[in-house]
């Protein structure tokens, strides 16, 4: 999966406002409860890209997300740079749509063997 970022005219991020942006990949279950059904895990060295990996079949909504990136050194109306109560520099969160991704059981053919003789056909 690719993390893709827009702005609000819908022209998508260069590569130098992608360098600031750290993003994360939170997965939630649909239904009965299950921990791991589905894993992503970001690829090295691509802050953009994902892979997923379906452990459990099930509904899964996936949301990527960020922190919207603050220069540390901006000053606000009275020249002292913005902090929040806690004394740090706020990053609002920003987070994507939600993705729908279904995982399906393995799939099982009955009979496991089949021989086949000329002229035969099977259906499954």
Do not use: C
């Not at 953009?48 to 996936?62: D, I, K, S, T, W």
């Amino acid at each position: 999966m690719t993390v893709s970022a827009y702005d609000s005219f819908m022209n998508e991020f260069d590569t130098d406002q992608y360098a600031l942006m750290n993003f994360s990949i939170e997965t939630e279950t649909m239904g009965l409860r299950r921990t791991g059904g589905l894993q992503s895990t970001q690829v090295t060295d691509k802050i953009r890209n994902f892979n997923a990996y379906g452990r459990e079949p099930g509904v899964y909504q996936l949301t990527a997300f960020t922190y919207a990136f603050f220069d540390p050194n901006q000053q606000g109306n009275n020249g002292q740079v913005q902090r929040n109560a806690a004394g740090s520099v706020p990053h609002p969160t920003i987070v994507s749509e939600m993705v729908r991704i279904e995982v399906f059981p393995m799939l099982e053919i009955y009979p496991s063997n089949l021989l086949i003789t000329p002229n035969m056909r099977y259906t499954l």
